[in-house]
């Protein structure tokens, strides 16, 4: 299978022409279709699709593509744009077929999390439950009442809605206290000595 060379604009053009010439191919999974229409993108997996809107991503026409047989190749003038593209077309091949997930963790006298469906309460030293919506298109999982699992297909989408959580209780730098990533690395400071 094999489809025309494609930008953001709606008509083919031949790939980008420069001193650099750089052209990259990217091995696209077996169980990965990659469907074009003017101006966007559509990548479909076992686990779900992600549209990409080329005149939003791209709005100066400066990436071309192009689908032969098992393999998208992605041309561009500037080799940093060609690495950036083929970094973010491996991040999405992964994530419609394993998809990709962040562990946040709660640590706090009092501290915990529960959710219901799409909705998460955090008790994390407020008057109140703090309530969060999950957007649609990240799962959310709770082993214990201390740990959260998102995982989702865009994995943009699932560290924004690990950062918004963090956001609201941010790890403090002087007590052991906040939402943290599992894997991230904090720093403490020490507090007032005598």
Same mark, same amino acid.
């Given at each position: ?13 031949? @790939?980008?022409?420069? %001193? ?5 191919? #990217? ?9 074009? =229409? ?9 686990? &779900?699709? #992600? ?8 709005? %100066?026409?400066?990436?071309?593509? %192009?689908?032969?047989n098992n393999q998208l190749h992605i041309n561009s003038a500037s080799p940093a744009l ?6 973010? @077309?491996?991040?999405? @091949?992964?994530?419609?077929?394993? &998809? ?8 706090? #006298? ?26 649609e298109g990240i799962r959310v999982y709770s082993p214990d009442p201390v740990t959260l ?14 950062? =918004? ?6 790890p403090s730098a002087y007590q052991l206290k906040g939402i943290y990533k599992t894997n991230? #690395? ?9």
């Amino acid at each position: 299978m094999s489809m025309e060379c494609i930008t953001n604009s709606s008509k083919n053009v031949e @790939f980008v022409m420069s %001193k650099y010439n750089i052209t990259r191919s #990217i091995d696209i999974p077996n169980q990965v279709r990659v469907e074009q =229409s003017p101006g966007l993108l559509t990548i479909t997996g076992p686990l &779900g699709y #992600i549209n990409l809107n080329l005149s939003k991503m791209d709005p %100066k026409g400066q990436i071309a593509y %192009k689908q032969e047989n098992n393999q998208l190749h992605i041309n561009s003038a500037s080799p940093a744009l060609t690495g950036l593209w083929c970094g973010r @077309f491996n991040s999405i @091949f992964y994530g419609v077929t394993r &998809g990709h997930s962040v562990s946040l963790t709660l640590r706090g #006298i009092g501290y915990r999390a529960r959710v219901e469906g799409q909705n998460i309460y955090l008790k994390v030293g407020t008057s109140h439950d703090t309530l969060y919506r999950v957007p649609e298109g990240i799962r959310v999982y709770s082993p214990d009442p201390v740990t959260l699992i998102l995982f989702g297909v865009d994995a943009s989408q699932v560290n924004q809605v690990g950062a =918004s959580l963090v956001h609201l209780r941010k790890p403090s730098a002087y007590q052991l206290k906040g939402i943290y990533k599992t894997n991230g #690395i904090y720093r403490r400071k020490a507090g007032k000595r005598k």
